[in-house]
C-alpha cells in the first residue's frame, strides 16, 4: 500500500496511487454500468444548449440542487443569539448532526444543539417520551438558561403538538414549570432556513411579550436575520450604532457564539442577547431588521405591539448603508456623526478609484433573498450588470424588487431576476448567456468547474475559505470588503489570462 508511517500521504495525492486508480476503474466497471464516452460527451454538450435550457426551464416536479438549506437549520442559528440557550429539536439524531456540522464547517466553531433522538417507534407511537426524557437530560446536562424547541419533518408528519407535549414534560418535572421553554413549529419540507428564523425569532419575541403591557422608550431594536457574516456584521452594526449614540438591543446576537476566543476555556453559550434584555426589548421605539424577507413574521409581530417596524434589504454598498443610517437617525433624532461621513467619502474613493476594472463587468448571482438584493444594488452602483440574479428561496415580491433595481439604473437593462429557481438552472444560464464571473456560496465550486465561470465566495455557507465571517459585508466599511473580494478575483483573471511569455503577457502588469 502506498501509505505508510513514513511517508503519510495527503488524500489529494493518496487517491492518485495505482492501486485507488485501478480500484475506481474495477467499481466503475462493476457497478456503475456506465454508457460510452462518445454518448457521454454528447450528452453533456445537449445539456449547454438553448435547447435544453427550455426544456430544464420547465421542469415543475424536481428541484437539483437548491440554493437554500431547511428550516430547522435557520431555528437553530436564530436560538443560540440568546443567551445561555440550548437548541432542542424535536426530530431524529441524524438530521441535528446536519445543522451542527454545517455550522461547524462554516464557522470553524463547535456548534452546540441536541434532539429528542426520535427513531421509529416514536414515529409510530408519537414522540412525547422523547420529549420528557430528552428536555430533562438537556437541563440536567447543559444546564442552560432556556431551551428553544423546534422541529424536523418527523415530527411535523406525524403531527406532534409541541405546546402540549411541553405542558406534559413540565408536569412530569423534566424542567421547572416557570422555565423558558419558547417553541416553534418548523417543518422542513415547507420554506426554507429564513423561514426557520423567522419563525423561531417570532416565538422567542411571544414568549417574553405575550400578554405584557408595553412603555414606550427611547431605544431601538435590530435584528441581522440569518446571515453568513452575522460575526462581522453585528459587530459592525453595533460600531454604527454606538457611533451614532443610540441605546439599543441586537436580537438574536449570535456573534460570540461562533467567535468565541481559544483561551482555554471552552464555553458551550457565549455572549448572546440577555433573557432580561429580550423582555425589556417590548418597550423600544422602533424594531429594524437588516433583511425583510427573513423576518416576515417577527417584524409582523412587532408592529404588532406597536413598535415601529422598518425593514430593509440587507444594507450593503453606498445607498444601502445610507439608507440604515437615515432610518436610524430619523427614528431617535441622533444625527449622523461627522466619522460616519468620512467612511462614506473613502468608500466613494475606493470606488472611483477602482471603477474602470469593474465599469461593465456582467455578474450572475444566486444566494438568499436579501443578499441578492444587497448586492445587485452594489454591483449596479459599482456600473456593474448583475445580468443573472436567482434566488431558491425568493418569490414573487422579491422579484419585484429586484427588478425596480434593474429599472432603475441604465446597468439593469438586460438583467433579469429569477425566483424559485435552482443551481441547475443557473447551469443553463451560464452556458447560454455567459458572464464574467459568479457570485454565491461554496456550491458554485461545481459550477466554475463545470462552465468555467470564476467564483466570488459571498453568502452562506461559505466551506472551503476560512474566516470570512468575520469580516462584515454592511456599511460603508462592508461595502469596501466585499469590493475587495470582487476586485481580487478580477484581478487573479486578469493575471491568469495575460501571463504567456511573449504573446500575452504584454499586459501582465504589475500595476493594476
Known amino acids: 500500500m502506498s501509505q505508510n508511517a513514513d511517508n503519510i500521504l495527503d488524500h489529494a495525492n493518496l487517491f492518485r496511487e495505482p492501486e485507488y486508480l ?21 450528452i453533456r454538450e445537449w445539456t449547454k444548449t438553448p435547447e435544453y435550457r427550455e426544456l430544464n426551464f420547465k421542469r415543475e416536479s424536481l428541484t437539483v440542487n437548491p440554493a437554500k438549506a431547511c428550516q430547522p437549520l435557520g431555528a437553530v442559528f436564530c436560538t443560540v443569539g440568546f443567551e445561555g440557550t440550548l437548541p432542542f429539536v424535536h426530530g431524529s439524531q441524524g438530521c441535528v448532526a446536519y445543522y451542527r456540522s454545517h455550522f461547524s464547517r462554516h464557522f470553524k466553531e463547535p456548534s452546540s444543539c441536541v434532539s429528542s433522538s426520535m427513531t421509529e417507534d416514536a414515529a409510530v407511537f408519537g414522540g412525547l417520551n422523547n420529549m420528557i426524557d430528552g428536555l430533562a437530560n438537556a437541563y440536567a446536562m447543559y444546564k442552560p438558561k432556556m431551551i428553544h424547541v423546534s422541529t424536523t419533518c418527523m415530527a411535523e408528519v406525524i403531527g406532534d403538538d409541541l405546546s402540549s407535549f411541553i405542558k406534559s414534560a413540565k408536569a412530569k418535572g423534566s424542567v421547572p414549570e416557570e422555565y423558558d421553554v419558547p417553541f416553534a413549529h418548523t417543518p422542513a419540507f415547507v420554506g426554507s432556513h429564513i423561514t426557520g428564523y423567522d419563525n423561531t425569532l417570532k416565538s422567542i419575541l ?43 438591543t441586537i436580537l438574536a446576537d449570535n456573534s460570540d457564539v461562533w467567535d468565541t476566543p481559544a483561551d482555554g476555556t471552552f464555553r458551550m453559550y457565549d455572549g448572546g442577547t ?38 430593509l434589504n440587507l444594507p450593503m454598498g453606498l445607498q444601502g448603508t445610507d439608507r440604515l443610517l437615515m432610518e436610524i437617525a430619523r427614528i431617535t433624532g441622533n444625527p449622523v456623526p461627522l466619522e460616519l461621513e468620512k467612511e462614506r467619502g473613502r468608500l466613494t474613493d475606493a470606488i472611483a478609484d477602482s471603477s474602470a476594472h469593474i465599469h461593465g463587468k456582467k455578474f450572475a448571482l444566486y444566494g438568499d433573498p436579501d443578499l441578492c438584493l444587497g448586492l445587485t444594488a452594489f454591483l449596479l452602483e459599482l456600473g456593474a450588470e448583475p445580468v443573472h440574479v436567482l434566488s431558491t428561496n425568493g418569490g414573487k415580491a ?12 441604465p446597468f439593469g437593462k438586460g438583467c433579469h431576476v429569477y425566483a424559485g429557481k435552482d443551481l441547475w438552472h443557473m447551469r443553463s444560464l451560464l452556458f447560454t448567456e455567459p458572464v464574467d464571473f459568479l457570485i454565491g456560496n461554496t456550491y458554485g465550486k461545481y459550477l466554475e468547474r463545470d462552465t468555467g465561470t470564476p467564483l466570488i465566495r459571498i453568502g452562506f455557507p461559505v466551506f472551503d475559505r476560512h474566516h470570512h465571517h468575520r469580516y462584515p459585508v454592511i456599511g460603508y466599511q462592508g461595502a469596501l470588503n466585499v469590493l475587495v473580494w470582487i476586485l481580487d478575483k478580477i484581478f487573479d483573471e486578469l493575471d491568469r489570462n495575460t501571463n504567456v511569455p511573449a504573446k500575452s503577457d504584454y499586459s501582465f502588469d504589475i500595476i493594476r
Open 398 to 409: 422579491w422579484e419585484e424588487k429586484v427588478q425596480s433595481l434593474f429599472d432603475a439604473s
Open 206 to 248: 411571544q414568549h417574553f411579550w405575550e400578554g405584557k403591557e408595553r412603555t414606550p422608550g427611547e431605544a431601538i431594536n435590530l435584528v441581522m436575520g440569518f446571515d453568513g457574516y452575522t460575526v462581522g456584521n453585528i459587530r459592525e452594526l453595533k460600531r454604527l450604532l454606538n457611533l451614532m449614540g443610540v441605546k439599543h
Open 22 to 42: 485501478q480500484m475506481f476503474e474495477n467499481k466503475k466497471q462493476q457497478f456503475e454500468d456506465p454508457c460510452g464516452s462518445d454518448e457521454l460527451e454528447k
Open 274 to 311: 440577555t433573557l432580561e434584555e429580550t423582555k425589556q426589548a417590548l418597550h423600544a421605539k422602533a424594531t429594524l431588521s437588516m433583511q425583510e424577507f427573513c423576518t416576515e413574521k417577527a417584524m409582523e409581530y412587532a408592529a404588532s405591539v406597536g413598535q415601529e417596524a422598518v425593514a
